[in-house]
């Protein structure tokens, strides 16, 4: 890839959880384009390898590490390899996430008369399955607390570093159907905010990007029909999204350097990117 300027993260390592995902790669491609030593993390060891090849390829520096986010364990594991190989983490990216059907109602709006029906097959807000809804908060908070406990506290010592959460338009606008996700990444929103104060008189940095609208693989098959035109629900989002298109993976990258730059925003923390396409600020009319 080609990064939109550079900044100079050379001795710097960055670890990028969700690093296999099609957001995440770029982002750590980003980073190793600017000189610094990346650890590819995700729960698919094969996903987060094929990134670091990928990087190494282009003359980067990288190594694949599998963990779980949701595994303090795994993460304290994965800590301690990227330290034997690199050395201590100076950047992470929180980029684990994401959503699950358990977390998600059949229907925008509620009918009640739906409730009247004990045989209904879809799902209704009061049929929520709370594991679905756990998993899902776990997923996006506790997958960012966790890896922020493992792979920060050489960073407190060190009194330096920089911390990148990935929060979610459904931070500032909750969307229709999908509560637990829209819950979730409001949190991260939050803690973003608490992280930064609370990592402030330890030298860390702490902000967060918040993505609009970008095809993925885990939302492809909801935005996007099989022939490739848009869904209903992808023409709504259009009609809300003045420039009027999807965003490409490229288009975080220029918000991510800025923000894991001491030099560029040194003065810079608790705060949450909007990169939506003009998402959050269009009102409807």
């Not at 296999?20 to 000189?35: I, T």
């Not at 993505?211 to 809300?240: E, V, W, Y």
């Amino acid at each position: 890839m080609s990064v939109p300027f550079k900044v100079d993260l050379k001795g710097k390592v960055a670890v990028v959880t969700g690093g296999g995902g099609v957001l995440c790669s770029a982002m750590a491609k980003a980073l190793a384009e600017c000189g610094a030593s990346v650890a590819v993390a995700d729960l698919k060891l094969e996903s987060a390898q094929k990134v670091a090849d990928a990087i190494k390829e282009a003359g980067g520096t990288a190594m694949a590490v599998a963990c779980n986010a949701l595994d303090k364990a795994s993460l304290e594991a994965a800590n301690e390899e990227i330290e034997k190989t690199f050395g201590p983490v100076s950047i992470l990216i929180n980029g684990a996430g994401g959503n699950h059907p358990k977390g998600t109602t059949a229907m925008e709006y509620l009918n009640p008369d739906d409730l009247l029906n004990d045989k209904r097959d879809f799902v209704t807000f009061y049929d929520l399955d709370p594991k679905g809804i756990e998993f899902v908060f776990n997923l996006n908070f506790l997958g960012t607390l966790l890896p922020t406990q493992a792979f920060t506290k050489k960073m407190a010592l060190g009194r330096s570093g920089v911390v990148i959460n990935v929060s979610s338009m459904n931070a500032f606008r909750p969307l229709t159907k999908i509560p637990a996700y829209s819950a979730a990444k409001a949190a991260v929103s939050n803690f973003t905010q608490w992280m930064a104060v609370h990592m402030a008189k330890a030298g860390i940095r702490v902000n967060a990007i918040a993505p609009g609208f970008f095809l993925t693989d885990q939302n492809r098959a909801l935005l996007t029909n099989k022939d490739g035109s848009l869904t209903p629900r992808s023409d709504k989002i259009m009609a809300h999204t003045p420039m009027g298109h999807f965003g490409e993976p490229d288009d975080l990258i220029g918000a991510l350097l800025w923000l894991v730059s001491d030099k560029a925003a040194g003065f810079v923390t608790g705060v949450v990117v909007p990169i939506d396409g003009g998402f959050s600020a269009y009102s409807g009319v």
